[in-house]
């Protein structure tokens, strides 16, 4: 957030108390993870992750495959292998059941596939990164196997795709993706991940094309409201809101379990909240929330909303409640801007606190936090940390977020021309950035306006104002600010 147009702005604090170290490549973790490996078979080494087993989980004889449970098992297998939401309960009841699957049969290529998935899908719900080491080793577990089985090798890519896709690593997502749909190039589930990737490169044209062959498949009713749920994503980062929310809404009147209707209600909520309609967002969200009490995503835009409704207390307590059962440092650097907003600056610096280890933790398990780590140093640490981080995020993986922060990064510390280049990617269409974000016209407002560049930076400025009136507890005032001083569009003669 603009800190130079508020009166009670924090003291910058770094992540880093030193000047910045090389950083290892990406792969750091993947590499060390295979050394580990190669001391002894794939699945022997994945074994020695697994909780230490008693009498009842000892390994048995391989026999025939266990038959399918009936029970919670099924819907989260549905989420593993078929890419539908399930809660968190239904995964743990399946890693269980996997887990114990894997020590009696450690040939078992399926049941490690299905192991990894579940661990990655677990990690991404309860922004435990923890779960994606264990993953990385349970999919390699099955990837190493002999004679490996089309399907089965196809699970475990699968798997590798979504792992990179959560840990951020695009380049290693899209690896994965190329090679499941080359695969497997009529099983629909082999094009969200690949979709995802593409994004996260900034390799919109493939994005939109991989969508497009995806809808042209014939999928089952079961599959079609997550097909749905994909479509809206990608209409989304393209600007057309009305047919990302036709899409969503559709998915969600079309959803078969409570877990995927509130998945797709929580996207719902964003949407709204997108586009300011705060009614919208909170009625989305609440409903989530009553479905699914685990999702973590659904409470935190509560509390997002009920900031903006000026329910400042229940905001609060919605995202205090949030961070206590999912540790994702982006609610607590929401959670501290908020704070900031009502001048308590202590708190604000806590919270602040909380976001830089849990984003450590984060990048211990894998996790590429780059991008967050770039806009908390530009708006509350040091913007040339910020920068120097973002430049080479920007070279790996060149998304529209990665331009917004950077051109923010680059604005903070003094160097506005090079800024509105970035800027201008993350907000013109012709560039690549067809998003419709208040924070990104916000921030390319605020550049042009140091830039003299008045006409651009009123428009920009309105149209932030106008996309989402409350968009950011901090930079609303900024932008207001700043139109005020700006002023009206001076009434000058027509040229002859």
Do not use: C
């Not at 094309?209 to 749920?229: I, N």
Request: net charge neutral; hydrophobic share 40%.
């Amino acid at each position: 957030m603009e800190n130079r147009q508020n009166g009670h702005s924090l003291p910058g604090t770094s992540l880093v108390t030193e000047p910045p170290r090389p950083r290892r490549p990406r792969r750091w973790l993947r590499w060390a993870l295979v050394t580990a490996v190669a001391g002894g078979t794939a699945a022997g080494a994945a074994l020695m992750l697994l909780p230490a087993s008693g009498p009842e989980h000892r390994a048995k004889p391989p026999a025939a495959a266990p038959k399918p449970a009936a029970g919670p098992r099924a819907p989260a297998l549905t989420t593993v292998t078929a890419g539908v939401p399930a809660t968190l309960t239904d995964l743990e009841t399946l890693i269980g059941r996997q887990e114990s699957t894997v020590r009696a049969q450690p040939r078992n290529a399926r049941a490690w596939a299905v192991l990894g998935t579940a661990y990655v899908e677990q990690g991404r719900l309860s922004a435990d990164a923890a779960n994606y080491p264990k993953a990385e080793r349970a999919l390699r577990a099955a990837l190493d196997m002999q004679g490996l089985r089309t399907a089965d090798k196809a699970a475990a890519l699968g798997g590798m795709a979504a792992l990179a896709n959560a840990r951020r690593d695009f380049p290693e997502a899209k690896r994965y993706g190329e090679q499941l749909l080359k695969l497997t190039p009529k099983q629909w589930t082999a094009y969200p991940p690949l979709i995802d990737a593409y994004t996260g490169l900034g390799d919109y044209k493939n994005a939109r094309s991989t969508l497009d062959k995806l809808l042209g498949l014939k999928t089952d009713a079961a599959a079609r409201p997550a097909v749905m749920a994909r479509a809206s994503a990608v209409y989304r980062d393209r600007g057309w809101r009305e047919d990302a929310v036709a899409q969503l809404t559709d998915a969600a009147a079309a959803a078969r379990t409570p877990a995927e209707q509130a998945a797709y209600l929580t996207g719902l909520g964003q949407l709204a909240w997108e586009r300011g309609d705060l009614t919208d967002a909170l009625r989305h969200f609440e409903g989530a929330q009553r479905l699914d009490a685990g999702q973590q995503a659904a409470l935190a835009g509560q509390g997002r909303t009920l900031a903006a409704m000026g329910r400042t207390s229940q905001a609060l307590a919605a995202y205090q409640e949030a961070l206590a059962k999912q540790p994702d440092p982006r609610y607590a650097l929401e959670l501290g801007e908020l704070y900031e907003s009502l001048g308590l600056n202590r708190d604000a610096e806590r919270q602040y606190d909380v976001m830089r280890e849990r984003a450590g933790q984060a990048t211990a398990g894998g996790v590429d936090e780059e991008l967050l780590i770039g806009q908390y140093e530009a708006d509350h640490g040091d913007p040339q940390e910020a920068v120097l981080r973002l430049e080479e995020e920007w070279r790996n993986q060149p998304g529209i977020e990665v331009a917004d922060a950077l051109g923010w990064a680059l604005h903070r510390a003094g160097d506005d021309k090079e800024a509105l280049t970035y800027a201008k990617t993350a907000t013109d269409k012709a560039e690549g950035g067809g998003v419709r974000s208040a924070l990104y016209a916000y921030h390319r407002g605020m550049i042009e306006r140091e830039l003299d560049q008045e006409s651009s930076a009123r428009r920009h400025l309105q149209e932030a104002l106008r996309i989402n009136p409350h968009f950011s507890p901090l930079a609303v005032p900024a932008a207001r600010t700043a139109l005020q001083e700006l002023g009206d569009v001076p009434d000058e003669p027509l040229p002859e």
